[in-house]
């Protein structure tokens, strides 16, 4: 069996993820703070005929060794964490985090989650909650006959009632941050849990201690580059083709050795 047959498969298998990790972030290019997502690659193991530095003869030795690589893998996806653009959208329930940080919610099984999506509303016993009815850690609760609700930049919650235009506090919304944003685990939905890669979520005020500030009326687009990923998915699909033309080729190979038995 041809060895290029083998090699060409794990390039069309890298460069199919590869694919599939593009179609990805071009369909979530309207999910509001969605982080393009990029996966890593890397050589696989290569089978040495001849070691670099060995002896030719007794007096001189091999400037280069000899070795062919057995293709190509992807190792891992890369969370892409810088911001996307802050828009605003006159809604009193929407949040964007300008800089570093997340939003801790907790969803329906108790589980502490973290999501940058801002987009929130008020549920039926008046928690703040996102668009899955996750409910929003430490925003307290804003009562049915609430007039006007205000979030501040330290993620600060206050109403005012009909008649009565002093300001409540009804909670300050829990921010957290990460040593390591990439590592943590998405969830779907925008919603991430920690790993031993992330480290363990560090709790802060938002707009202290290299927290972002939280912005009402205003939400956080998608980071993903619609024309750059067109590109890239151009040269995926092209990096494809030129392996499938190298199954073609080694299939080609293989029809003439065995037609010369004939």
Not at 33 to 44: N, T
Not at 93 to 116: H, S
Not at 163 to 179: C, D, E, H, K, S
Not at 228 to 256: C, F, K, M, W
Request: charged content about 10%.
């Amino acid at each position: 069996m041809l060895r290029s047959l083998w090699i060409a498969k794990t390039g069309m298998d890298a460069e199919q993820f590869n694919l599939d990790v593009i179609t990805n972030n071009l369909a979530n290019s309207q999910t509001t703070a969605f982080k393009r997502v990029q996966p890593m690659f890397q050589d696989l193991l290569y089978t040495t005929l001849r070691t670099a530095g060995s002896a030719s003869n007794a007096q001189n030795l091999l400037p280069t060794g000899l070795q062919i690589g057995a293709g190509a893998a992807v190792t891992s996806t890369e969370r892409n964490n810088i911001q996307g653009t802050l828009i605003q959208t006159g809604n009193q329930l929407d949040v964007a985090i300008q800089g570093n940080g997340f939003f801790q919610i907790q969803l329906a099984d108790g589980t502490l989650a973290y999501t940058r999506n801002g987009q929130f509303s008020k549920s039926a016993t008046g928690q703040i909650v996102t668009q899955s009815g996750n409910v929003v850690a430490g925003a307290g609760v804003i009562p049915a006959n609430a007039t006007s609700i205000t979030i501040n930049q330290a993620g600060l919650v206050q109403y005012t009632l009909q008649g009565n235009q002093t300001a409540i506090q009804a909670g300050q919304i829990t921010m957290a941050n990460f040593v390591n944003p990439a590592g943590l685990f998405a969830l779907g939905g925008g919603n991430f849990i920690p790993t031993p890669a992330s480290g363990t979520a560090q709790n802060n005020i938002a707009g202290t201690n290299g927290m972002g500030t939280t912005n009402q009326y205003y939400i956080e687009q998608s980071n993903v580059n619609v024309a750059e990923e067109l590109v890239n998915l151009i040269a995926a699909q092209r990096a494809y083709e030129i392996n499938t033309r190298a199954v073609t080729a080694s299939d080609q190979i293989l029809q003439r050795v065995s037609n010369m038995g004939q």
